[in-house]
Protein backbone atom coordinates (compact mmCIF):
# COMPACT_ATOMS: atom_id res chain seq x y z
CA UNK A 1 0.00 0.00 0.00
CA UNK A 2 1.31 3.55 -1.10
CA UNK A 3 1.79 5.77 1.98
CA UNK A 4 -0.50 9.02 0.06
CA UNK A 5 -2.93 7.75 -2.22
CA UNK A 6 -5.70 9.63 -4.25
CA UNK A 7 -7.99 9.10 -6.91
CA UNK A 8 -6.59 9.78 -10.50
CA UNK A 9 -9.09 11.17 -11.66
CA UNK A 10 -10.19 12.74 -14.32
CA UNK A 11 -12.49 15.48 -12.01
CA UNK A 12 -14.27 16.93 -15.10
CA UNK A 13 -15.99 19.96 -13.62
CA UNK A 14 -17.71 22.90 -15.38
CA UNK A 15 -16.53 26.32 -15.15
CA UNK A 16 -18.26 27.86 -11.78
CA UNK A 17 -18.69 24.67 -10.14
CA UNK A 18 -17.30 23.00 -6.61
CA UNK A 19 -15.68 20.10 -7.22
CA UNK A 20 -13.73 18.48 -3.99
CA UNK A 21 -11.31 15.13 -3.76
CA UNK A 22 -9.58 13.13 -1.05
CA UNK A 23 -6.17 11.74 -0.56
CA UNK A 24 -5.80 9.64 2.49
CA UNK A 25 -2.58 8.57 3.97
CA UNK A 26 -1.13 5.68 5.74
CA UNK A 27 1.17 6.57 8.37
CA UNK A 28 -0.60 8.63 11.63
CA UNK A 29 2.61 10.13 12.64
CA UNK A 30 1.95 12.27 9.89
CA UNK A 31 2.54 15.87 11.39
CA UNK A 32 1.64 18.03 8.31
CA UNK A 33 0.33 18.36 4.77
CA UNK A 34 0.47 20.06 1.43
CA UNK A 35 -1.43 20.60 -1.64
CA UNK A 36 0.54 21.14 -4.58
CA UNK A 37 -0.61 22.37 -8.42
CA UNK A 38 1.14 20.51 -11.04
CA UNK A 39 0.90 21.78 -14.89
CA UNK A 40 1.57 19.49 -17.42
CA UNK A 41 4.92 19.22 -18.01
CA UNK A 42 5.76 21.99 -15.35
CA UNK A 43 7.62 21.67 -11.75
CA UNK A 44 4.98 21.00 -8.72
CA UNK A 45 4.10 24.33 -7.44
CA UNK A 46 2.62 24.68 -3.57
CA UNK A 47 -0.88 25.46 -3.37
CA UNK A 48 -1.91 24.84 0.43
CA UNK A 49 -0.13 23.85 3.68
CA UNK A 50 -2.40 22.07 5.79
CA UNK A 51 -0.98 22.01 9.70
CA UNK A 52 -4.16 21.75 11.91
CA UNK A 53 -7.59 20.59 11.20
CA UNK A 54 -7.69 23.02 7.76
CA UNK A 55 -7.19 25.86 5.60
CA UNK A 56 -8.84 27.89 3.40
CA UNK A 57 -6.99 30.32 0.91
CA UNK A 58 -9.94 32.20 -1.55
CA UNK A 59 -11.81 29.75 -3.71
CA UNK A 60 -9.54 26.74 -2.30
CA UNK A 61 -10.03 25.12 1.42
CA UNK A 62 -8.17 21.90 2.81
CA UNK A 63 -9.45 20.00 5.56
CA UNK A 64 -7.67 17.52 7.60
CA UNK A 65 -9.60 14.50 9.50
CA UNK A 66 -6.61 12.71 11.50
CA UNK A 67 -8.65 10.15 12.60
CA UNK A 68 -9.62 8.83 9.40
CA UNK A 69 -6.65 9.98 8.00
CA UNK A 70 -7.78 11.75 5.14
CA UNK A 71 -7.34 14.91 3.52
CA UNK A 72 -9.44 16.94 1.50
CA UNK A 73 -9.55 19.70 -1.25
CA UNK A 74 -12.23 21.32 -2.35
CA UNK A 75 -12.34 24.30 -5.68
CA UNK A 76 -15.26 26.72 -5.40
CA UNK A 77 -16.59 28.41 -8.92
CA UNK A 78 -13.92 26.99 -10.81
CA UNK A 79 -12.20 28.63 -13.50
CA UNK A 80 -10.59 27.40 -16.98
CA UNK A 81 -7.34 27.99 -15.16
CA UNK A 82 -7.86 25.35 -12.05
CA UNK A 83 -7.21 22.57 -14.89
CA UNK A 84 -4.35 21.33 -13.51
CA UNK A 85 -2.78 17.89 -11.58
CA UNK A 86 -3.39 17.83 -7.49
CA UNK A 87 -0.28 16.56 -5.40
CA UNK A 88 -1.31 15.70 -2.02
CA UNK A 89 1.92 15.80 0.33
CA UNK A 90 2.48 14.28 4.16
CA UNK A 91 5.57 15.11 5.71
CA UNK A 92 5.81 11.56 6.79
CA UNK A 93 8.52 11.72 9.87
CA UNK A 94 10.55 14.22 11.88
CA UNK A 95 13.01 14.60 10.01
CA UNK A 96 11.22 16.14 7.09
CA UNK A 97 10.54 13.13 4.58
CA UNK A 98 7.82 14.05 1.87
CA UNK A 99 5.47 11.76 0.38
CA UNK A 100 3.46 12.42 -2.75
CA UNK A 101 0.35 11.19 -3.82
CA UNK A 102 0.40 10.35 -7.39
CA UNK A 103 -2.17 13.18 -8.17
CA UNK A 104 -5.58 14.00 -9.11
CA UNK A 105 -6.40 15.36 -12.43
CA UNK A 106 -8.96 18.09 -11.99
CA UNK A 107 -10.32 19.45 -15.89
CA UNK A 108 -12.38 22.00 -15.87
CA UNK A 109 -14.38 22.59 -19.07
CA UNK A 110 -16.66 25.57 -20.62
CA UNK B 1 15.13 36.28 -5.83
CA UNK B 2 15.89 33.26 -8.03
CA UNK B 3 14.32 30.23 -7.70
CA UNK B 4 15.47 26.35 -7.62
CA UNK B 5 17.56 26.37 -11.09
CA UNK B 6 18.51 23.20 -12.64
CA UNK B 7 20.27 22.38 -15.80
CA UNK B 8 20.08 20.78 -18.51
CA UNK B 9 16.54 21.11 -18.97
CA UNK B 10 16.33 18.17 -21.51
CA UNK B 11 18.99 15.14 -22.08
CA UNK B 12 19.00 12.44 -24.80
CA UNK B 13 21.14 9.89 -24.25
CA UNK B 14 21.13 6.37 -25.48
CA UNK B 15 21.44 3.39 -22.98
CA UNK B 16 24.56 2.20 -21.14
CA UNK B 17 26.19 6.62 -21.18
CA UNK B 18 26.52 8.46 -18.02
CA UNK B 19 24.29 11.32 -17.29
CA UNK B 20 24.80 14.10 -15.06
CA UNK B 21 22.08 16.70 -13.62
CA UNK B 22 22.93 19.79 -11.72
CA UNK B 23 20.45 21.86 -8.84
CA UNK B 24 21.39 24.89 -7.45
CA UNK B 25 18.78 25.39 -4.72
CA UNK B 26 17.29 28.87 -3.00
CA UNK B 27 19.83 30.64 -1.31
CA UNK B 28 19.71 30.01 2.51
CA UNK B 29 17.74 26.73 1.95
CA UNK B 30 19.75 23.81 4.29
CA UNK B 31 17.03 20.57 2.97
CA UNK B 32 18.05 19.24 -0.64
CA UNK B 33 15.72 16.83 -2.60
CA UNK B 34 16.54 14.68 -5.59
CA UNK B 35 12.82 13.56 -6.80
CA UNK B 36 12.41 11.09 -9.90
CA UNK B 37 8.72 11.63 -11.55
CA UNK B 38 7.36 9.00 -13.99
CA UNK B 39 4.47 9.89 -16.60
CA UNK B 40 1.04 9.92 -14.51
CA UNK B 41 2.86 9.09 -11.42
CA UNK B 42 3.73 11.79 -8.10
CA UNK B 43 7.57 12.40 -7.17
CA UNK B 44 9.38 9.96 -5.70
CA UNK B 45 12.51 10.43 -3.52
CA UNK B 46 15.61 9.80 -4.14
CA UNK B 47 17.96 11.39 -1.87
CA UNK B 48 17.87 14.35 0.58
CA UNK B 49 20.22 16.43 2.14
CA UNK B 50 20.53 18.12 5.07
CA UNK B 51 23.11 20.66 4.44
CA UNK B 52 25.72 18.07 2.76
CA UNK B 53 24.98 15.12 4.84
CA UNK B 54 22.55 12.74 2.68
CA UNK B 55 19.59 11.69 5.80
CA UNK B 56 17.80 9.99 3.44
CA UNK B 57 18.81 7.53 0.57
CA UNK B 58 17.29 4.98 0.87
CA UNK B 59 15.57 4.56 -2.52
CA UNK B 60 18.29 5.99 -4.57
CA UNK B 61 19.85 2.87 -6.97
CA UNK B 62 23.17 2.83 -5.89
CA UNK B 63 24.74 0.40 -8.08
CA UNK B 64 24.00 3.20 -10.79
CA UNK B 65 23.00 6.30 -8.72
CA UNK B 66 25.33 8.67 -7.02
CA UNK B 67 24.30 11.98 -5.86
CA UNK B 68 26.85 14.56 -3.87
CA UNK B 69 26.52 18.17 -2.27
CA UNK B 70 29.59 19.93 -1.74
CA UNK B 71 29.76 22.38 0.66
CA UNK B 72 25.53 22.08 0.98
CA UNK B 73 25.03 24.43 -1.93
CA UNK B 74 24.56 22.90 -5.10
CA UNK B 75 24.05 19.35 -5.85
CA UNK B 76 25.20 17.00 -9.02
CA UNK B 77 23.03 13.83 -9.82
CA UNK B 78 24.41 11.19 -11.31
CA UNK B 79 23.87 7.64 -13.10
CA UNK B 80 26.05 5.84 -14.74
CA UNK B 81 25.33 3.28 -16.74
CA UNK B 82 21.75 5.01 -17.92
CA UNK B 83 18.94 2.40 -18.44
CA UNK B 84 15.92 2.13 -20.86
CA UNK B 85 13.58 2.93 -17.70
CA UNK B 86 15.51 5.74 -16.35
CA UNK B 87 13.81 8.19 -18.99
CA UNK B 88 11.88 10.11 -16.37
CA UNK B 89 12.00 13.79 -15.18
CA UNK B 90 14.15 14.34 -12.62
CA UNK B 91 13.34 17.17 -10.15
CA UNK B 92 15.35 18.91 -7.31
CA UNK B 93 13.52 20.94 -4.95
CA UNK B 94 14.86 22.69 -1.88
CA UNK B 95 13.18 23.62 1.66
CA UNK B 96 14.69 26.03 4.83
CA UNK B 97 14.52 22.96 6.80
CA UNK B 98 12.15 20.33 6.58
CA UNK B 99 11.71 19.54 10.34
CA UNK B 100 9.91 23.08 10.47
CA UNK B 101 7.61 22.00 8.03
CA UNK B 102 8.52 24.63 5.60
CA UNK B 103 7.42 23.89 2.16
CA UNK B 104 9.59 22.86 -0.44
CA UNK B 105 10.36 24.55 -3.81
CA UNK B 106 10.62 22.69 -7.06
CA UNK B 107 13.06 23.59 -9.60
CA UNK B 108 11.97 22.78 -13.92
CA UNK B 109 13.17 19.55 -13.85
CA UNK B 110 15.37 17.97 -16.17
CA UNK B 111 13.55 15.83 -18.89
CA UNK B 112 16.03 12.92 -19.65
CA UNK B 113 15.08 10.33 -22.28
CA UNK B 114 17.33 7.24 -22.58
CA UNK B 115 17.16 5.53 -26.29
Redesign the interface.
Known sequence: RKEVEQDPGPFNVPEGATVAFNCTYSNSASQSFFWYRQDCRKEPKLLMSVYSSGNEDGRFTAQLNRASQYISLLIRDSKLSDSATYLCVALTDSWGKLQFGAGTQVVVTP | EAGVVQSPRYKIIEKKQPVAFWCNPISGHN?L?W?RQNL??????LI?Y?NEEA??DSQLPKDRFSAERLKGVDSTLKIQPAELGDSAVY?CAS?L???D?T???????TRLTVV
Open positions: TYYGQGPELREVDLSRAQNEAFFGQG
